[in-house]
């Protein structure tokens, strides 16, 4: 099998490219940027953006399928911006698919298309959409989301959309790092009581869930609906990001902040930056105050039973330990 991945070249896409290839299959890694070391391993990288249809369509010629991982994340930016690249880059997806007769596709998508600003505890894909979403992140993705099942639905191709939750491990840019610098500069708080419940998703497990969606594409029973992925054991996040900091030596957060100061600031501060027109995040957003404030588990049973999925394959406090000691490394 040919498979073209979609930010091949990122934190998830680079381990997907590398279990395929392990797996013996052919990859085509469809990314802006290029990654020599990539082409070392037999990869053909191809550089284009997702809005180029032509480009993107000359990558996909003799592919079989597409795990498509590329998109704008974040929650700060212009609600164009996330448009553009995630719901406009996804339909011409769709088009160079069409163009180019690939008719499989595994859509990774994200849990908080199902944002309402409420806490979820062990709820499943039968949650609709969701509103008030207070950034333009979540939203962009629940279009694209919407968008790609639809083009199953029609009979137009086979999609598995896939929900991944705090994707972190070894190589972690984001969420890690920028726990421990916030941390060291005395720029984090607990939210909330503190008690609240989060899932999270170990790199090496999200990759698994892509290539077992892969290879159900053409089990009738698991296409043309979403899966929430997670490592299973949601813990309360404070008490994780607790754990890390402890394993990196860096003090512990004891301070809290009750949501609903943190939202106010947080209110004040995007007001302020708009004012401003500053291009950088503001010190708190309202999305990720009640990220923080609030219980956001899900069940993966039906990835479980649909997919083949199994967590514990690689578990988290393996992972932990595995994540803490490369930090220390790079950083002592």
């Known amino acids: 099998m040919k498979v073209l991945v979609t930010g091949g070249g990122g934190f998830l896409g680079s381990r997907i490219v590398s279990n395929l290839l392990e797996e013996g299959q052919a990859v085509v890694a469809y990314q802006r940027s290029d990654h020599p070391e990539m082409r070392q391993m037999g990869v053909d990288v191809r550089q284009g953006s997702l809005n180029d249809k032509d480009i993107l369509t000359m990558a996909l010629t003799g592919c079989d399928a597409v795990i498509h991982t590329a998109a704008k994340a974040g929650v700060w930016g212009p609600r164009s911006e996330y448009f553009k690249t995630n719901v406009d880059g996804t339909r011409t997806l769709l088009e160079a698919m069409e163009a180019a007769s690939v008719t499989k596709l595994v859509h990774?998508?994200?849990?908080?298309?199902?944002?309402?600003?409420?806490?979820?505890?062990?709820?499943?894909?039968?949650?609709?959409?969701?509103?008030?979403?207070?950034?333009?992140?979540?939203?962009?993705?629940?279009?694209?989301?919407?968008?790609?099942?639809?083009?199953?639905?029609?009979?137009?191709?086979?999609?598995?959309?896939?929900?991944?939750?705090?994707?972190?491990?070894?190589?972690?840019?984001?969420?890690?790092?920028?726990?421990?610098?916030?941390?060291?500069?005395?720029?984090?708080?607990?939210?909330?009581?503190?008690?609240?419940?989060?899932?999270?998703?170990?790199?090496?497990?999200?990759?698994?869930?892509?290539?077992?969606?892969?290879?159900?594409?053409?089990?009738?029973?698991?296409?043309?609906?979403p899966y929430f992925i997670s490592?299973?054991?949601?813990?309360?996040?404070?008490?994780?990001?607790?754990?890390?900091?402890?394993?990196?030596?860096?003090?512990?957060?004891?301070?809290?902040?009750?949501?609903?100061?943190?939202?106010?600031?947080?209110?004040?501060?995007?007001?302020?930056?708009?004012?401003?027109?500053?291009?950088?995040?503001?010190?708190?957003?309202?999305?990720?105050?009640?990220?923080?404030?609030?219980?956001?588990?899900?069940?993966?049973?039906?990835?479980?039973?649909q997919l083949g999925y199994r967590p514990e394959a690689f578990p988290t406090e393996e992972g932990m330990e595995l994540y803490a000691r490369a930090w220390l490394d790079e950083n002592t």
Request: proline letters at 7%.
């Open 108 to 225: 990774c998508s994200s849990p908080s298309v199902v944002f309402n600003g409420q806490s979820f505890e062990g709820a499943d894909e039968s949650l609709p959409y969701g509103s008030n979403w207070l950034c333009p992140y979540p939203e962009s993705k629940a279009v694209a989301e919407q968008m790609v099942l639809d083009w199953s639905r029609e009979g137009r191709g086979k999609v598995i959309a896939l929900r991944p939750h705090l994707i972190w491990g070894v190589g972690d840019p984001h969420l890690f790092p920028d726990v421990i610098r916030r941390s060291l500069a005395g720029r984090l708080r607990i939210i909330g009581d503190g008690r609240n419940r989060v899932d999270s998703t170990r790199v090496e497990n999200a990759a698994i869930a892509h290539l077992l969606a892969l290879k159900n594409l053409d089990n009738a029973n698991a296409v043309n609906r």
């Open 231 to 305: 490592q299973g054991d949601p813990p309360p996040i404070w008490d994780w990001i607790n754990d890390m900091l402890r394993r990196v030596n860096v003090p512990v957060l004891r301070k809290r902040v009750p949501l609903s100061v943190a939202y106010a600031f947080a209110y004040l501060s995007e007001a302020a930056w708009r004012v401003m027109n500053r291009g950088s995040i503001p010190p708190m957003t309202r999305f990720v105050a009640v990220q923080l404030a609030k219980s956001h588990w899900f069940s993966i049973e039906a990835a479980r039973k």
